[in-house]
């Protein structure tokens, strides 16, 4: 079993700052290390990966379109994934979601590879 939990999500204008949190409940992984990742979709996009964490450690993965601007963390203590962004900008505009599996590290940020996902929460960056 598997839940995970979005929070952070509202409107902001370019150049500000969002942090959105994962609640990331992994019983059914609750003795194995997997990939948490996160993902959005704009209206009439596809969905694709932003960021994504092992977390069992080691360097976390970025779409090149949020790199330097977006930085991925988890607090394992609190069992949740963090994704912090900054300089927002309105083509970040979307619904973001979590999603968590085990997988392998070329797949982090495909979300064809990821079983589990939130409920998703939206974020909207106003020019």
């Known amino acids: 079993q598997v839940q995970l939990v979005e929070s952070g999500g509202g409107s902001v204008q370019a150049g500000g700052s969002l942090r959105l949190s994962c609640a990331a409940f992994?019983?059914?992984?609750?003795?194995?290390?997997?990939?948490v990742g996160w993902f959005r979709q704009a209206p009439g996009k596809e969905r694709e990966g932003v960021a994504a964490?092992?977390?069992?450690?080691?360097?976390?993965f970025y779409a090149d379109s949020v790199k330097g601007r977006f930085t991925i963390s988890q607090d394992s203590a609190k069992n949740t994934v963090y994704l912090q962004m900054n300089s927002l900008k309105p083509e970040d505009t979307a619904m973001y979601y979590c999603?968590?599996?085990?997988?392998?590290?070329?797949?982090?940020?495909?979300?064809?590879?990821?079983?589990?996902w939130g409920q998703g929460t939206q974020v909207t960056v106003s020019s």
């Open positions: 992994l019983y059914t992984y609750r003795n194995n290390y997997v990939y």
């Open positions: 999603a968590a599996d085990l997988l392998r590290s070329r797949d982090a940020l495909s979300h064809t590879k990821y079983n589990y």
């Open positions: 964490i092992y977390t069992g450690g080691g360097s976390p």
